[in-house]
């Protein structure tokens, strides 16, 4: 992992001390209608927190991320991490990850294009946890960055989203669960 932004050293948290929820979504089996009529999204809170997306990506892919630029996406595993503070909540911001936008407003709009979300796990916090997370998240895998700034344009965290590879472990949850 390339060292932080300079200055910029997001403090540790212990992850495992956080009441972390899982969502198994299973995209590729999943109907739309679990995600409109408020089936598989019901479960999920409509206060803030921070969320980690697991996603798929089945082949390569070279996807334009806006201003960022464009990234040749690897096939394999990815970590997203992301917060929720607006009206919606997790479950708005959640359910706006599980629908595949045609008009792109965050960078992780781009890349869901191409993935299909295997699950997610979110804590319901008023605190911003989404650096530590990423932070503690790249520490403890074997992740890579796989686009620098990714997710991050707001603060001074290397990437928000990190590559796990073909093989991924799929039990990174138990890292932080």
Known sequence: MP??????EPPM???KDLALSCLAVSERNMRRSAVS????????PRSSGTYILEMHLEKPVTISVGR???????????LYVGSARGSGGLRGRIAHHLRRTQRPHWHIDYLRRATTIERILFSTTR?????????????LT???IPAEGFGSSD????SHLLYLGTHADQGFADLIC
């Open 3 to 8: 060292p932080p932004r300079a200055g910029y």
């Open 13 to 15: 948290l212990p992850l």
């Open 37 to 44: 009529s408020g089936g598989l999204i019901s479960a999920v």
């Open 68 to 78: 960022l630029g464009r990234f040749l996406f690897a096939r394999g595993s990815y």
């Open 127 to 139: 605190r911003n946890d989404e650096c530590p997370w990423s932070h503690r998240l790249a520490s």
């Open 142 to 144: 074997r992740a890579t």
């Open 155 to 158: 603060c001074g965290c290397p």
